[in-house]
């Protein structure tokens, strides 16, 4: 069964969102890549204001390819996520509470998704002309000297994710691994 979760996630609907658990991303979500992170961190670390509310965001690893005439984004599957391990610690201390990408964390990620109350959602690598499909407006938002890798502001509707971590870390990636395991 799926469960729909409508966005912006809050961290106390983050805290209920559980390993291993399909959903359903409908709202707002944002798109970030190491360049924008590493860009949006500096920011962070001078007090600046970010270009965009990163409070209850949802950040998408992905730099869709550009959009062919009629559609409103490219391919967009995600990137392998612990490219952004370095910023995510701050940017989850800031207000982010959920994260979409494709492989492991770091225990520093970890740690601050259980001490802030976060979430990792895994996308479907290798499907991002299908993730694309639910994708129904894009719009840059900052960094397009970036290219692909620009922030950009993605309303989705049923983008299809399974809650990889929970915000009590919790991680599918290990306990799949052991309940596999144990039926050898």
């Known amino acids: 069964m ?38 949006l961190c500096e920011l962070l670390e001078a007090g600046r204001p ?7 965001a949802t950040i998408y690893y992905v730099g869709p390819t550009p959009a062919k005439p009629g ?3 490219g391919s967009a599957g995600p990137t392998t996520s612990y ?5 995510s610690p ?3 201390a800031a207000g982010e509470t959920g994260m979409i990408g494709k492989g492991k964390r770091s225990a520093e990620v ?12 895994a996308a479907i690598g290798g499907a991002g002309a299908l993730l694309s499909s639910c994708i129904k407006k894009a719009e840059i938002v900052c960094y397009e000297d970036l290219g692909a ?9 049923n983008l299809p994710v399974v809650c990889v971590i929970d915000s009590e870390g919790n991680n ?12 050898l």
């Open 71 to 73: 559609q409103v984004i």
């Open 2 to 39: 799926e469960r729909h979760i409508q966005l912006p996630i809050t961290r106390e609907t983050a805290r209920t969102i559980k390993s291993g658990e399909s959903c359903l991303l409908s709202g707002v979500i944002y798109t970030a890549r190491d360049a924008a992170h590493k860009r």
């Open 172 to 183: 599918l990636y290990e306990t799949g691994r052991s309940a596999y395991l144990a039926t």
């Open 90 to 92: 701050m940017m989850i």
């Open 149 to 157: 890798e620009a922030v950009r502001r993605l309303t989705v509707e």
């Open 110 to 121: 970890v740690a601050a998704m259980k001490e802030h109350g976060a979430v990792y959602f």
């Open 83 to 87: 490219r952004m391990d370095a910023y």
């Open 50 to 56: 970010l270009p965009f509310d990163v409070k209850d």
